[in-house]
């Protein structure tokens, strides 16, 4: 059964750090792209980060690129994402999610409909 968790989530201030974790069972994570997604309230969700099975290439959306960092440790079979100098927009429900296709995640862009999806972990910024 495939199956992906999610955690990590909380409440912080401004500018502070949170690592989320998205642990799969059921399959091998290095092969599939992973991405990270997020929908805040009364908003579209949108591809955060994303990181891919063929050569590691990563994507982050330009508004986290150079404060999120999307790593992987296969041996754990889990995907992080680091989070640092959080801002209140950054408030929404953060949700992992894999798909096999080669092209899911590239430097460029992140597929918008992945395969399989975690339930999320709830990040809200707030002073």
């Known amino acids: 059964q495939v199956q992906l968790v999610e955690s990590g989530g909380g409440s912080v201030q401004p500018g502070e750090s949170l690592r989320l974790s998205c642990t799969a069972s059921?399959?091998?994570?290095?092969?599939?792209?992973i991405g990270w997604f997020r929908q805040a309230p009364e908003k579209e969700r949108e591809g955060v980060s994303c990181?891919?099975?063929?050569?590691?290439?990563?994507y982050y959306l330009s508004d986290v690129r150079g404060r999120f960092t999307i790593s992987r440790d296969s041996t754990k079979n889990t995907v992080y994402l680091q989070m640092n100098s959080l801002k209140a927009e950054d408030t929404a429900v953060y949700s992992c999610?894999?798909?096999?296709?080669?092209?899911?995640?590239?430097?460029?862009?992140?597929?918008?409909?992945?395969?399989?999806w975690g339930r999320g972990t709830q990040v809200i910024v707030s002073p």
């Open positions: 059921g399959f091998a994570l290095n092969n599939y792209a």
């Open positions: 990181i891919n099975n063929r050569d590691g290439s990563t």
């Open positions: 999610a894999a798909d096999p296709d080669l092209w899911a995640c590239t430097k460029r862009v992140i597929k918008k409909s992945y395969d399989y």
